[in-house]
């Protein structure tokens, strides 16, 4: 018999956009990365697209992901959908860790799209495939031009896999997958 599998869970958060609208920094950023046909970049990379939704009173521990460095990603979307209406702009994120096929096929909200899948470290400081610190895995020119993210659930965790096998002591390369949807729905952050 296989691992047994739990459920999976899906959290919400809400993020700053990273796109033509950001200037000078999106310019740098893309002509850095090699990709200046990117529309968008969608992230888990708090330093790319930090999140915009933080706890504010003992009331919102009920809500937070009950995950290790997960405090801005929370378990009730009508939640972070409020807090961020206050927000001039961010963009609502829906995000699974470790997803099987069948986790992302049956995500559960239509006003969602996929925007692909990200490779970040444990601690939501970096996306392997937006920072270019493993050239020898992760390359810009296989991410989606509407995401910056990989298009693949496949390929993302052939990437996950080669840099824990290829670079087993280095902490930055214990990643996880993450499917990221965003919110193209009306009437709320997007």
């Not at 691992?3 to 002509?31: C, H, Q």
């Not at 990603?73 to 995000?95: N, P």
């Not at 496949?154 to 214990?174: C, K, V, Y």
Request: hydrophobic share 40%.
């Amino acid at each position: 018999m296989g691992a047994r599998r739990f459920p999976v869970m899906y959290y919400y958060a809400a993020i700053e956009p990273f796109d033509s609208r950001n200037g000078d920094r999106w310019i740098g950023f893309t002509r850095w990365l090699g990709r200046t046909d990117l529309k968008r970049i969608v992230t888990l990379d708090s330093t790319i697209c930090p999140t915009v939704v933080h706890p504010q009173s003992a009331d919102d521990w009920q809500y937070i992901a009950r995950e290790e460095f997960m405090l801005d990603f929370f378990t009730d979307l009508e939640f972070v959908r409020r807090r961020a209406a206050s927000r001039r702009s961010s963009m609502l994120v829906a995000v699974a860790r470790d997803p099987s096929a069948e986790d992302v096929e049956n995500f559960p909200h239509a006003d969602f799209e996929l925007a692909g899948f990200d490779v970040v470290d444990t601690q939501f400081t970096g996306s392997v495939l937006l920072s270019q610190r493993f050239p020898d895995v992760a390359r810009p020119s296989r991410l989606s031009a509407e995401s910056g993210l990989m298009r693949s659930r496949e390929w993302a965790f052939r990437i996950r896999d080669s840099l824990r096998r290829n670079h087993p002591n280095r902490p930055d390369a214990q990643c996880f997958v993450w499917a990221v949807w965003r919110h193209i729905g009306n009437g709320s952050p997007a």
